[in-house]
Each structure stands twice: as structure tokens, then as C-alpha cells.
């Protein structure tokens, strides 16, 4: 991974405070202002990175299934 702060990059694409990342992961939060200063061990960078992409993809999938909503409306419609 690269040197960018990854508790930070998460944290902005998810638009929440690095506390409400910390509840999230259930981290204490004396352990979580370490990470986020950038002492972050190899397996919490991927405890993050996990949540990242599970929040992702429950966005994605959200997204098909209101686009399928909509196919299924269209063709009771027709």
C-alpha cells in the first residue's frame, strides 16, 4: 500500500469522523488516534481497507437494486 494515511483516505471517501470510523471498527480510540497518526499496523491497514470496500459495495449493490426496481416497474407497465 502507499504512505498515505489510509485511516484519513477512508474516512473522506466515507464522509465520517475518524471517531465514528473507530465505533465503527470497534477500536478503542487511543488505538485508533495511533493508527490515524500513521502507526498502523499491516493487519488494522487491512481491518480498514476490508470496511472500505464493504461499505462500496453495499453502495453498488443498492444502486442495482433500485435499478431493477425500476426494470421491474417498467415492465409491469408495458
Not at 24 to 33: E, I, K, M, S, Y
Not at 58 to 66: G, R, S
Request: glycine fraction near 4%.
Amino acid at each position: 500500500m502507499s504512505n498515505e494515511n489510509i485511516v484519513k483516505k477512508v474516512c473522506k471517501e466515507l464522509g465520517i469522523t475518524q471517531k465514528e470510523l473507530a465505533e465503527r471498527l470497534g477500536v478503542p480510540q487511543p488505538t485508533f488516534a495511533r493508527w490515524a497518526s500513521g502507526d498502523i499496523p499491516e493487519h488494522a491497514k487491512k481491518l480498514v481497507m476490508l470496511y472500505l470496500e464493504n461499505m462500496q459495495l453495499k453502495q453498488k449493490l443498492k444502486k442495482v437494486t433500485n435499478a431493477l426496481k425500476v426494470l421491474k416497474e417498467f415492465q409491469e407497465n408495458e
